[in-house]
């Protein structure tokens, strides 16, 4: 690549204490470690929606845009009111990665989200989710498998995904059938109508999500952060997203 794209990574709220510490704005750093490794510039992104022109000014300058996982998304996003299935919600997150992802989709940017990023993405087109999947998919698998300290490896593959031939996230991840780590309780139930599903759980959850056109436009609702190791094609997610956003 001639020149390092710049990719917009929004943050996520971590409240106050009283006493301790005043409220944070963080992001893990696998993410950011992922997208230098593969020669991109990582521009994390405050949760000021309130300041609509500083973000502006942020969004102008980004090649891409990144969307990680996190906490679940506000059900009243997609028109429904927030159940008791529905966990820890942050509306300023919800707010700057929904006006990130429309700037993207207005300008054609690059974009690659993974696990909420999926969810976020779908709903930000029009689609919803299902506030909990075990819950409200009685044949639905094991999807939740976050980590504990019985079990605290964020790498473990819970399930397999298969994956539509001749999709874009075919291509890229060069296999049919693909093992994957799963955290996550929710999940997409009506996919937006920009969206076209090309990757399914063993029970039928969508697990991977393309734009209809020809912008890089690729979603996975697991982590391949965790996964470049030991898999190419989850490399191949990065760099060809990093070389889609040189290319922009």
């Known amino acids: 690549m001639s020149r390092r794209p710049v990719i917009g990574i929004a943050t996520q709220t971590l409240p106050g204490k009283p006493g301790e510490r005043q409220p944070c704005w963080l992001m893990g750093r696998s993410y950011i470690e992922e997208l230098r490794k593969v020669g991109a510039v990582p521009w994390v ?22 969307i990680t996982g996190g906490v679940d998304v506000d059900p009243t996003r997609y028109g429904e009111p927030k159940t008791e299935l529905c966990g820890t919600i942050d509306p300023d997150r919800d707010a700057v990665e929904i006006a990130l992802l429309q700037h ?16 976020i993405l779908n709903v930000t087109c029009g689609g919803t989710l299902y506030q909990d999947v075990s819950a409200q998919v009685p044949a639905a698998l094991k999807h939740d498998f976050f980590p504990t300290p019985e079990q605290p490896s964020r790498k473990y593959l819970a399930h397999d995904i298969t994956v539509k031939a001749g999709s874009r996230l075919g291509h890229i991840l060069g296999d049919g059938v693909v093992p994957v780590n799963s955290m996550h ?13 090309t990757a399914f759980a063993p029970d039928g959850i969508i697990e991977g999500v393309e734009g209809r056109d020809d912008q890089y436009l690729v979603a996975v609702q697991w982590h391949p952060e965790e996964l470049t190791e030991t898999q190419p094609g989850m490399k191949r997610l990065f760099t060809t997203f990093a070389n889609a956003a040189s290319a922009a």
Do not use: S, Y
């Open 45 to 66: 992104i405050p949760l000021i929606p309130h300041d609509p022109g500083t973000l502006q000014e942020i969004f102008d300058r980004l090649d891409g845009v990144f």
């Open 104 to 119: 993207a989709l207005n300008r054609q940017l690059p974009v690659l989200a993974v696990c909420r990023g999926i969810q």
């Open 185 to 197: 309780h929710q999940a997409i139930k009506d996919l937006a109508p920009r969206l076209a599903a």
